[in-house]
């Protein structure tokens, strides 16, 4: 039987790994989803930067339709033993980057900063989502003063590729290939 916080309305499978539970993100994290969106230490770098209620509500919302629509999304991630809600991370569509279906990305709240978390997650996702997703590429974007986000991408295999101008802001682009 699944915990709790499991129920997020979406039909898609858990992932595990040693120490975490990766389930849908849904409507059912809007909680903790807004309190690791408002931080700006953690949305520092990410494009738009801190996102209020309003616009965390609407943002789990379409990533349900995702998982409906496509048969991927954004995970939330959590402890395995408690349940705790770590962060988010997983697929999500870009239409900003030529040639690039989907974008992977990572949020992770600052306690669980440093401990391979991400790295963990990141690997059972990209994994994963070689088996919903049918394009040969996946990319992510970093923003240049990220001192984590390119070594973090590295350790998960993915390749540096040339800077780009997206959103108004000159990005770094990376992307993992699938394999064979």
Known sequence: MAPEWHDQGVDAPSLRTK???LLPLGSADLDEAAALFADPR???????????????????????????????GLWAIRDATSGAFIGQSGLQR????????????????????????????????????WGRFLGSQIHALVHPDSAAGGPFLRR????????????????????TQRLG
Request: net charge negative.
């Open 42 to 72: 953690v949305m520092v770098h990410v494009d738009g930067g801190t996102r209020d209620r309003s616009t965390t509500s609407h943002l789990l919302q379409a990533n349900e339709r995702c998982w409906k629509n496509e048969g991927w």
């Open 156 to 175: 998960i295999g993915f390749r540096r590729d040339d800077d780009q101008l997206v959103r108004g802001e000159t990005l770094e682009v990376w992307h």
């Open 19 to 21: 120490r975490l539970v």
């Open 94 to 129: 870009i239409t900003e980057l030529q040639d690039a279906d989907v974008e992977f990305s990572a949020i992770i709240g600052r306690r669980n900063w440093r401990k391979g978390i991400a790295t963990e997650a990141a690997n059972a996702i990209v994994y994963d989502a």
